[in-house]
């Protein structure tokens, strides 16, 4: 799952990003409204957790353009502001959640974890293709009962293809859902954790899952 940070405490973005990469997420971050709404704009994220006063555009105008625009997008506020008049215009302006700085790594994860449970569309923890599975609340995958290590890269790759079973994904399309914005369109990258990937799930099974469609991309099932 991919999660946007809009805040222009330089402070907390170093602690947030690496302690929600190392929970499994992909993390972009800026610290300008201008740029964090357009980022929005352009790109899907499963969460973005957004400062309340930032240079350009604040959080509160962040959230009414997105909304108004009919982006879904889970929203939650980091405020210094505690009282009930700053909570409720934030609700009011199309946020889902708020809370006030500081705060515990782990309250936050709960608030996190809380708001992705809230279905846009009711999405499964389970996904299931023949005979793999991939939990995605315990983060393991299984086929046949044996359970498959994978890196965080090659789970959230194998999970982006799984929700997509059937449909051809181009680079480009891999490289948005499964990269953050400091990925390298260039390299090859993809093709070497498809590689990885196919070794992993395909090695002592009949059924092959993962396949190349030249000049088009890659697609499980």
């Not at 302690?19 to 800026?30: H, P, R, W």
């Not at 962040?62 to 009282?83: A, F, H, W, Y």
Request: aromatic share 6%.
């Amino acid at each position: 799952m991919k999660i946007i940070i809009i805040d222009d405490d330089v402070g907390i973005v170093k602690f947030l990003k690496p302690s929600l990469q190392e929970e499994g997420f992909l993390v972009d971050s800026t610290g300008e409204g201008e740029k964090g709404l357009f980022l929005c704009q352009t790109n899907n994220y499963d969460l973005m957790i957004l400062d309340l006063n930032l240079p350009g555009k604040d959080g509160d105008q962040i959230c009414q353009e997105l909304r108004k625009e009919g982006k879904t997008i889970p929203i939650l506020i980091l405020t210094v502001n505690s009282d009930v008049e700053t909570k409720v215009r934030l609700l009011n302006s199309g946020a889902d959640d708020y809370l006030t700085k500081p705060f515990s790594f782990d309250e936050l994860m709960a608030r996190i974890k809380a708001l992705l449970r809230r279905p846009q569309e009711i999405k499964s923890e389970i996904l299931n293709i023949a005979d793999l599975m991939l939990d995605r609340g315990s983060q393991k995958v299984m086929r046949r009962k044996k359970e498959i290590y994978l890196t965080l890269k090659e789970f959230a790759l194998l999970e982006y293809l799984m929700q997509n079973v059937g449909k051809v994904l181009s680079r480009g399309e891999i490289l948005e859902h499964v990269w953050d914005m400091e990925g390298d369109a260039f390299s090859n990258a993809i093709e070497t954790h498809i590689h990885n990937l196919r070794h992993k799930i395909n090695k002592g099974f009949p059924l092959k899952l993962i396949d190349t469609v030249p000049c088009r991309g890659y697609k499980i099932g």
